[in-house]
Nanobody
Framework: QVQLVESGGGLVQAGGSLRLSCLASGNIARINDAAWYRQAPGKQRELVAIITSGGRTNYADSVKGRFTISRDNAKNTVTLQMNSLKPEDTAVYYC????????????WGKGTLVTVSS
């Protein structure tokens, strides 16, 4: 059974930084593409950043230049470094990954809450 577990969320003042981690566990052969999404109260879930199996990245315009997605294949982790945080970054952040295990499928974590105070 593959599980994705996010950590690193919390309360931070505007202008501060947080580092989110997503750990994939289970009988995993490989994490393929992986991404971070977020969902603010009353809004739809949106893509924040994506990293391919080859390490290429792409970001939502709202976070370009402030957020960095990275991966450690040996540790089955995907990280989102968030700098210069703004109140509008407040949301539950979810990890999503295409994982090769017994079967290949997309998995979601349960999310971690990020709250940015003004």
């Amino acid at each position: 059974q593959v599980q994705l577990v996010e950590s690193g969320g919390g309360l931070v003042q505007a202008g501060g930084s947080l580092r989110l981690s997503c750990l994939a566990s289970g009988n995993i052969a490989r994490i393929n593409d992986a991404a971070w999404y977020r969902q603010a109260p009353g809004k739809q879930r949106e893509l924040v950043a994506i990293i391919t199996s080859g390490g290429r990245t792409n970001y939502a315009d709202s976070v370009k230049g402030r957020f960095t997605i990275s991966r450690d294949n040996a540790k089955n982790t995907v990280t989102l470094q968030m700098n210069s945080l703004k109140p509008e970054d407040t949301a539950v952040y979810y990890c999503n990954a295409d994982v090769s295990a017994v079967v290949r499928a997309y998995y979601w974590g349960k999310g971690t809450l990020v709250t940015v105070s003004s």
